[in-house]
């Protein structure tokens, strides 16, 4: 199968990609799929910024492409509603949501349609930070302004709590070099560009084993 069809095919794991702005990490699935590293198959970029770069990269790929912005008056619920009914509205609902860069907080609701039997939301998230270190915004800026002689990526499911939810995979690397914030968000997105889709070749297809904790409130994930 040559590259240029690959991200057409029914083969693959269907995914809706979430993303509020540049899309870098939009572009390193897009390249892993192409590749054939990474099975999966996106069936649409969902933006909640109209003028969010990712949206034209997904079109120029010829991936739907849908701005949904958060209008003055909605909840956050009946916001993830309008964008459930419109994955719904679909022909085939996607089994994942892949959030790259999406800067919003998400409810019980929007989780729930992505619910599996073993208890997780197919929902995954990457975060710029070693989690639980440095959650919100800005946190290779965090870690740079702290003195940290190392940042991280962290891959995770997502939960209700925000960049919270089981860890799927974690790479650090070291900043003692770096004089600027630029610098080690270079070094971080070029991490998170092999790491993300790297981990997502195992957690689409849900090759891995959970394992909750004693108290139940944990639950781990290792690749099986
Ligand atoms: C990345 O640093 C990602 O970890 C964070 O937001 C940024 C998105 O970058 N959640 P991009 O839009 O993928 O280039």
Redesign the pocket.
């Known amino acids: 199968m040559s590259s240029a069809t690959r991200l057409d095919t029914h083969l693959g794991v269907p995914i809706a990609l979430f ?8 572009d390193a699935i897009v390249a892993a799929v192409k590749a054939g590293r990474l099975n999966a198959r996106i069936l649409c970029v969902i933006s909640d910024q109209a003028d969010a770069p ?1 949206l034209e990269k997904a079109r120029t790929q010829k991936i739907p492409a849908w701005s949904l912005p958060r209008v003055p008056g909605d909840s956050r619920e009946s916001h993830e509603k309008k964008i459930l009914d419109a994955l719904r509205a679909e022909k085939e609902f996607p089994r994942f949501a892949v ?5 919003r907080v998400l409810t019980e609701n929007f989780l729930e349609p992505f619910r599996s039997d073993r208890g997780y939301a197919r929902v995954v ?4 930070s070693l989690l639980p270190a440095f959650p919100g915004r800005d946190s ?1 800026a965090q870690a740079f302004r702290y003195g940290c002689k190392r940042a991280g ?1 962290t891959v995770h499911l997502v939960d209700r709590e925000v960049d919270s939810g089981p860890i799927c995979a974690q790479e650090s690397f070291s900043i003692e070099s770096c004089r600027s914030v630029e610098e080690v ?1 270079r070094l ?2 070029a991490l ?1 560009h092999r790491l993300y889709p790297q981990t997502l070749e195992w957690v689409l297809p849900e090759k891995f084993e959970i394992e909750n904790d004693s108290d139940g409130r944990r639950m781990r994930v290792r690749p099986s």
């Open positions: 993303a509020s702005g540049r899309g870098s990490n939009f990712v959030l790259a860069g999406y800067m998230n990457i975060h710029p290779y990526v968000e971080g997105l998170e």
